[in-house]
C-alpha cells in the first residue's frame, strides 16, 4: 500500500485541484503531454494494484475483499480512461471513486479504523 498504491493515487489526486486562498484561485491541471503520462501511470499502477489484491497471499476473503479490490481496479481504469482522454473533470471524478474504493476496504480490515465503529463500518460511497 505505501510503496505502491498510496503514491500512485496521490499522484492522481494532487493532478487535479481548484485551490481557493484570499484573492486567489489556482486551478491544477496537467498540461504537458509528460505530466499527462505521470497521471496515466499512476491510473495504471492503482488498477494494477487492485488485482495484485486479489491474488494469494493478499486475498484476505474470496467475498467483500474481492469485490472492494476489483473496485479499485475499475476506478484505476477510470482514471486512466480520463487521462487517456486528457479530461480533467473525468479525472477528477475518478479520483473520488478511487478515494472511495479505498476508504471502503480501509474502514473493514484496518483493525484501527475497524475497531473505533462498535457498530459497524460506515458506508463509505459517493
Given at each position: 500500500?505505501?510503496?505502491?498504491?498510496?503514491?500512485?493515487?496521490?499522484?492522481?489526486?494532487?493532478?487535479?485541484?481548484?485551490?481557493?486562498?484570499?484573492?486567489?484561485?489556482?486551478?491544477?491541471?496537467?498540461?504537458?503531454?509528460?505530466?499527462?503520462?505521470?497521471?496515466?501511470?499512476?491510473?495504471?499502477?492503482?488498477?494494477?494494484?487492485?488485482?495484485?489484491?486479489?491474488?494469494?497471499?493478499?486475498?484476505?476473503?474470496?467475498?467483500?475483499?474481492?469485490?472492494?479490490?476489483?473496485?479499485?481496479?475499475?476506478?484505476?481504469m477510470e482514471a486512466?480512461?480520463?487521462?487517456?482522454?486528457?479530461?480533467?473533470?473525468?479525472?477528477?471524478?475518478?479520483?473520488?471513486?478511487?478515494?472511495?474504493a479505498c476508504s471502503?476496504?480501509?474502514?473493514?480490515?484496518?483493525?484501527?479504523?475497524?475497531?473505533?465503529?462498535?457498530?459497524?463500518?460506515?458506508?463509505?460511497?459517493?
Amino acid at each position: 500500500m505505501n510503496s505502491v498504491i498510496d503514491p500512485s493515487a496521490d499522484l492522481i489526486w494532487e493532478s487535479v485541484a481548484t485551490i481557493q486562498t484570499p484573492g486567489e484561485t489556482e486551478e491544477r491541471r496537467p498540461h504537458t503531454t509528460e505530466e499527462w503520462t505521470k497521471v496515466q501511470d499512476g491510473a495504471t499502477m492503482v488498477a494494477e494494484s487492485g488485482n495484485l489484491l486479489m491474488m494469494v497471499p493478499r486475498a484476505k476473503d474470496g467475498d467483500v475483499w474481492m469485490k472492494m479490490a476489483q473496485g479499485l481496479t475499475d476506478a484505476g481504469m477510470e482514471a486512466r480512461k480520463a487521462a487517456d482522454a486528457k479530461d480533467a473533470d473525468a479525472l477528477f471524478n475518478a479520483g473520488a471513486n478511487i478515494y472511495y474504493a479505498c476508504s471502503n476496504c480501509h474502514v473493514r480490515y484496518i483493525d484501527e479504523i475497524k475497531n473505533a465503529y462498535p457498530n459497524g463500518p460506515p458506508d463509505v460511497t459517493k
